[in-house]
T-cell receptor, first 113, second 112 residues
Framework: GAVVSQHPSRVICKSGTSVKIECRSL??????MFWYRQFPKQSLMLMAT?????????EQGVEKDKFLINHASLTLSTLTVTSAHPEDSSFYIC?????????FGPGTRLTVL | QQQVKQSPQSLIVQKGGISIINCAYE??????FPWYQQFPGKGPALLIA???DVSEKKEGRFTISFNKSAKQFSLHIMDSQPGDSATYFC???????????WGAGTKLIIKP
């Protein structure tokens, strides 16, 4: 199957700093990618849809100025958590569709101290 | 109408038994129903998926049963193994729209 990578897998940062998470489709192109957030023992919550060459579409309640998304190429989308705070600590997962299937990255564990 | 309801929340099955997880949906526009398996600290991985034009799909020990009239679908894991212990999510999407609507998840534990 198709492979989606994420980098970094874990990041610990101080409150007030910004963190960038990369999502890459390794063996296919994706004009659309999705960013999710997952809290412990909960389902995935869609944060935004990343569109290559255009602005991301954010879900209701997600602050676009806090979670900056850039879909720079057909294989790369980045999520930047700006001025991170402890409540932003979570597991962030991206996905990219190929044919009918969404393929997920391994996730990034963000801890904000 | 966008919800996908998943049950049970948790499930314990003896090794060799059958694990059954159920999902129900409201939106009849949904036409793609995947099941994902997620291990702790990992991203979800596609297990098996079905479209409403078939009532059952089997891949190895995993089977999806689909009841279009009842708007329900279920995952059956035959000969359950300890390695199957994970969280399972059902999902649904519609008409080429890749956005998935997720169930709440089922934590499955297979006892050796």
């Amino acid at each position: 199957g198709a492979v989606v990578s994420q980098h970094p897998s874990r990041v610990i940062c101080k409150s007030g700093t910004s963190v960038k998470i990369e999502c890459r489709s390794l063996d296919f192109q994706a004009t659309t990618m999705f960013w999710y957030r997952q809290f412990p023992k909960q389902s995935l919550m869609l944060m935004a849809t990343s569109n290559e060459g255009s602005k991301a579409t954010y879900e209701q309640g997600v602050e676009k100025d806090k979670f900056l998304i850039n879909h720079a190429s057909l294989t790369l989308s980045t999520l930047t958590v700006t001025s991170a705070h402890p409540e932003d600590s979570s597991f962030y997962i991206c996905s990219a569709p190929l044919m009918d299937t969404q393929y997920f990255g391994p996730g990034t564990r963000l801890t904000v101290l | 109408q966008q919800q996908v309801k998943q049950s049970p929340q948790s499930l314990i099955v003896q090794k060799g038994g059958i694990s059954i997880i159920n999902c129900a949906y409201e939106n009849t526009a949904f036409d793609y129903f995947p099941w994902y398996q997620q291990f702790p600290g990992k991203g979800p991985a596609l297990l098996i998926a079905i479209r409403p034009d078939v009532s059952e799909k089997k891949e190895g020990r995993f089977t999806i049963s689909f009841n279009k009239s009842a708007k329900q679908f279920s995952l059956h894991i035959m000969d359950s193994q300890p390695g199957d212990s994970a969280t399972y999510f059902c999902a649904a999407s519609r008409g080429g729209n890749y956005q998935l609507i997720w169930g709440a998840g089922t934590k499955l534990i297979i006892k050796p």
